[in-house]
């Protein structure tokens, strides 16, 4: 499967932001999906992450209750809904499929896209 985040950007601390990631090129609904973070000089850190049918979620702490998965099935597109956003969320964001459930550990993911820069300025 391919993938491709998109709808990063910069905006200022309390603001919001989605991400989107399209998947093409195998059956969307056989893959959990997940959303990491990489800032610069960091390790790449769970955000949030979805099972194939969207129903069942988590989040990483430091983004609960700001941040919201969601999937559509039929546009074989995840999403990361983004507010209250500070200026530590600052980060490239990548989207990964993990053939199976949602999982929290990166090395349960084998498919990558490209990372989106999300910048949040104080």
């Known amino acids: 499967v391919q993938l491709q985040a998109s709808g990063g950007g910069l905006v200022q601390a309390g603001g919001s932001l989605r991400l989107s990631c399209a998947a093409s090129?195998?059956?969307?609904?056989?893959?959990?999906m997940g959303w990491f973070r990489q800032a610069p000089g960091k390790e790449r850190d769970f955000v949030a992450s979805t099972d194939w049918s969207g129903g069942i979620t988590y989040y990483s702490d430091t983004v609960k209750g700001r941040f919201t998965i969601s999937r559509d099935n039929a546009k074989n597109t995840v999403y990361l809904e983004m507010n209250s956003l500070k200026p530590e969320d600052t980060a490239v964001y990548y989207c990964?499929?993990?053939?199976?459930?949602?999982?929290?550990?990166?090395?349960?993911?084998?498919?990558w896209g490209l990372g989106t820069q999300v910048t949040v300025s104080s």
């Open positions: 090129g195998r059956t969307f609904t056989r893959y959990g």
């Open positions: 990964a499929a993990s053939v199976g459930g949602a999982y929290s550990d990166r090395a349960r993911y084998a498919y």
